[in-house]
């Protein structure tokens, strides 16, 4: 079993910036493929950013792209995203989740066999 707790959310201005944080409770942290996603009232969860067990390949959703940034720290058991010139469609509830799979699809929640409890996240117009 692994626990995963997100923290960083908040509420900012259109324009600035947040940094998550998911702390994950694992001693094979590294054998795990992350993602970040997001779910809006009213819509349906949706893909964010995701980073390979290694962190050496990284991928986004396009409204994420050259935006948010994805990192991870296996030393800590920490990943990251950072969130950057958010926007009020950013407005959503992130979540962290692990996938201890060989084979993996960033985007595809059924991937992901762990869930933190998700970090809210809102942006002012």
């Known amino acids: 079993q692994v626990q995963l707790v997100e923290s960083g959310g908040g509420l900012v201005q259109a324009g600035g910036s947040l940094r998550l944080t998911c702390a994950a409770s694992?001693?094979?942290?590294?054998?795990?493929?992350m993602g970040w996603f997001r779910q809006a009232p009213g819509k349906e969860r949706e893909f964010v950013a995701g980073?390979?067990?290694?962190?050496?390949?990284?991928y986004y959703e396009d409204f994420a792209k050259g935006r948010f940034t994805i990192s991870r720290d296996n030393a800590k058991n920490m990943v990251y995203l950072q969130m950057n010139n958010l926007r009020p469609e950013d407005t959503a509830v992130y979540y962290c989740?692990?996938?201890?799979?060989?084979?993996?699809?960033?985007?595809?929640?059924?991937?992901?066999?762990?869930w933190g409890q998700g970090t809210q996240v809102t942006v002012s117009s």
């Open positions: 980073i390979l067990y290694s962190g050496t390949g990284t």
């Open positions: 694992t001693r094979t942290f590294s054998n795990y493929h």
């Open positions: 989740a692990a996938d201890p799979s060989s084979t993996w699809y960033p985007e595809r929640s059924s991937e992901y066999e762990y």
